[in-house]
């Protein structure tokens, strides 16, 4: 089976503008959730979604959003972006609770 | 917020050696999973221990979990260059306690030398 992927791998972006990460989950997974992880506050849940409804939602901004489409990939959007946003964002996907949690490579943003 | 405390941050030690990583966390848990990651890459998936489970082994690995004491630790085995990594332990709470999907320790960098 392939592996969770994530486009794009590096991105490089200036303040203010917005952003697109797309995510595509182990085949048969239908869960996906996105984590921030940075240096200084290490790995950080944003959202869950389940077939595409978000489920759970972490302690970000609303400039943070995500939808899951009905072949269960998924894209989260950040909007207005600032320069603390810079990050590795990774995507995970699972069968669901109480199951492993299976991570792509990460898209690494970079806010110029 | 970070729900659990990895220690030590930091471990090196020989090739052949043996690694202890150690993970505590604050609340009731579904399941504790561990992960390696290689710098600023994507998380691999190691073991998952379920919390009625005590000990759980995957060729050199070893996770122990004790809920009493909200801890787990993961043992490597006979250590090799290809192991250093950052390793992470993850939480999974139950739902009702919210909207954490998994919530990660800080995680333990591990330097294997030849």
């Known amino acids: 089976k392939a592996g969770v992927t994530q486009t794009p791998r590096y991105l490089i972006k200036t303040r203010g503008q917005q952003v697109t990460l797309s995510c595509s989950p182990i085949s048969g997974h239908r869960s996906v959730s996105w984590y921030q992880q940075t240096p200084g506050?290490?790995?950080?849940f944003l959202f869950e979604y389940f077939s595409e409804t978000q489920r759970n939602k972490g302690n970000f901004p609303g400039r943070f959003s995500g939808r899951q489409f009905s072949n269960s990939r998924s894209e989260m959007n950040v909007s207005t972006l600032e320069l603390g946003d810079s990050a590795l964002y990774l995507?995970?996907?699972?069968?669901?609770?109480?199951?492993?949690?299976?991570?792509?490579?990460?898209?690494?943003?970079?806010?110029l | 917020s970070q729900q659990g405390?990895?220690?030590?941050?930091?471990l090196s030690i020989q090739e052949g050696e043996n690694a202890t990583m150690n993970c505590s966390y604050k609340t009731s848990i579904n399941n504790l999973q561990w992960y390696r990651q290689n710098s600023g890459r994507g998380l691999v998936h190691l073991i998952l221990i379920r919390s009625n489970e005590r000990e759980k082994h995957s060729g050199r690995l070893r996770v122990t979990l004790d809920t009493s004491k909200k801890s787990s630790s993961l043992l490597i085995t006979a250590s090799r260059a290809a192991d250093t990594a950052s390793y992470f332990c993850a939480t999974e709470p139950p739902p009702i306690q919210g909207?954490?999907?998994l919530v990660f320790g800080q995680g333990t960098r591990l330097t294997i030398n030849p």
Do not use: I, N, W, Y
Not at chain 1, 94 to 106: D, I, N, R, T, V
């Open chain 1, 41 to 44: 506050q290490g790995l950080q």
């Open chain 1, 91 to 111: 995507c995970a996907s699972s069968l669901g609770q109480k199951a492993a949690e299976f991570f792509g490579p990460g898209t690494r943003l970079t806010v």
């Open chain 2, 99 to 101: 909207a954490q999907k």
């Open chain 2, 5 to 10: 405390e990895e220690d030590p941050q930091a």
